[in-house]
């Protein structure tokens, strides 16, 4: 079964021996002829795309004399960065599977560098499509899927899940191009701050770009909440803070649940440790449904689901929205000018069948259309006060002409019951008392659609190592 050729390709390209190289070489050189006279007619409009940006590269010739068309393509593109290791991705695409690899190199990564502009929509209300060139890794090409979302070693019968993409109404969502993002990103940082679903998304980025490079791991603790990733071809950072509750948080004590959150301090795990960031991704909201105690100004305000009869009883509502508005407030005042912050909007759990600890389960193995659910209840309620929250902070923000982004990913996770782990993350004879998770994201899975989300987003807000022109 070669199913991911291109991936299979990078992953195995230092192991190839010489004389491998060699077969391959020759097998291949008359594919390659054949793939390039054939495709050489559609390549013609392309190259004067390319020249649009002051190069000047013979695809045709350089798919005769592969040595000599690389070394020029490398030359031509120095200041082109961007498309340096897309070459070095052309030529073990055309090793590693001709037709297959080639059409998806030059079509999906190259194509979408230079890309027409695309129409402009709202591009999260659309439905999921099927999508059969997914996913863009596996288990056996990626070494950052967390256990616990690792579905197929766990043994999830079913695989259409991660066969779909995301189609909004009045346009079209790229697939995610790892060399265009980053491309945006060289000589940049990125910090995803909030619960752990915003590390299984960064895990899915890394899968993702594994395709380009492979990040080094330069975290400055062996806390797994706080990882550190250097991209080094692009000077590209990205890490995560683990900070569910966004402000600073503790146990009340060892034994129980009770959480005491400080609605008006910043949580310096984070806060302390990302004056330099350029983007900035925060999420949050699955934490906040617990036992909790809320401070204001030191004292107690209110608790939720505690037992204390001296003590308000609050919900989570107010406590939600003030956390938000502290964690804004903590990178605005971070005086940094240049940072960008992304609101990645609540992911709705679907458990089924009974609630989270009492047998609650996720089985589906389709998306749904947008017609067969809605956002209701505490995720309808979750969901507003985080984008009041974010308007409110961008309005104030704005001011001090710092950016805001919304990746409004909710209604698209929310048609997503089938893409959760549910109880393939662990082995069935384990003798777990985990509850099913029916919260994170199998990868690959759609949670790996968020990685769409962003890189559109940024090129829609302009955000491009490109001249604008050739973009927009
Ligand atoms: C390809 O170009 C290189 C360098 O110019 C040359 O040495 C080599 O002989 C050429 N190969 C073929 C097959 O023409
Ligand atoms: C490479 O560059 C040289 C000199 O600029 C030129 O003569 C040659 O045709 C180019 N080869 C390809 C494959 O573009
Ligand atoms: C390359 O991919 C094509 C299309 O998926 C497939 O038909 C062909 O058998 C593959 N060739 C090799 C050598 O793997
Ligand atoms: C990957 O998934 C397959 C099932 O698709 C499983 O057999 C294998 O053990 C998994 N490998 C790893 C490294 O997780
Ligand atoms: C890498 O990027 C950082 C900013 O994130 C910058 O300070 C540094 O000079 C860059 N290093 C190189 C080698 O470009
Ligand atoms: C409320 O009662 C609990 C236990 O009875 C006690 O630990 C706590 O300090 C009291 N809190 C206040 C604000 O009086
Ligand atoms: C939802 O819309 C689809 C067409 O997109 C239609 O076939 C289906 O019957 C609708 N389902 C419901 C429950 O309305
Ligand atoms: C599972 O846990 C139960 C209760 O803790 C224990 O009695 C049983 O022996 C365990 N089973 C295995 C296979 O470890
Ligand atoms: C120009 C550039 O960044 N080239 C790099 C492309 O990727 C290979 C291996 O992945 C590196 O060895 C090159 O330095």
Redesign the pocket.
Known sequence: M?QF?LLKGNNNRSKQTMSQKVTMLV?FSSLFVFILTTISYSLLWKINEFTGLGLSIDIDYGLKNETESLKNVTESLKDQTCLRNDTENLRYSLRN????NLRYSLRNERDNMVSKPLKKCDIFSGEWVPNPEAPYYTNTTCWEIHEHQNCMKYGRPDSEFMKWRWKPNECELPIFNPFHFLEIMRGKSMAFIGDSIGRNHMQSMICLLSRAEWPVDVSYTDDFSFKRWQYSNYNFTMATFWSPYLVRAEQVDSKGDLINIYLDEFDEKWTAQIKEFDYVIINGGQWFLRPIVFYEKQKIVGCQYCSWENVTHLTWHSGYGKAFRTAYKAIVNLGNSKVVTILRTYAPSHFENGVWDKGGNCIRTKPFKSNETRLEGYNLELHTIQLEEFKRAEKKAMKRGLKFMLLDTTQAMLLRPDGHPNNYGHWPQENMTLANDCVHWCLPGPIDTMADFLLETLKREGFTSFPKKDFI
């Open positions: 070669n050729p097998v599977n001709g037709t297959e």
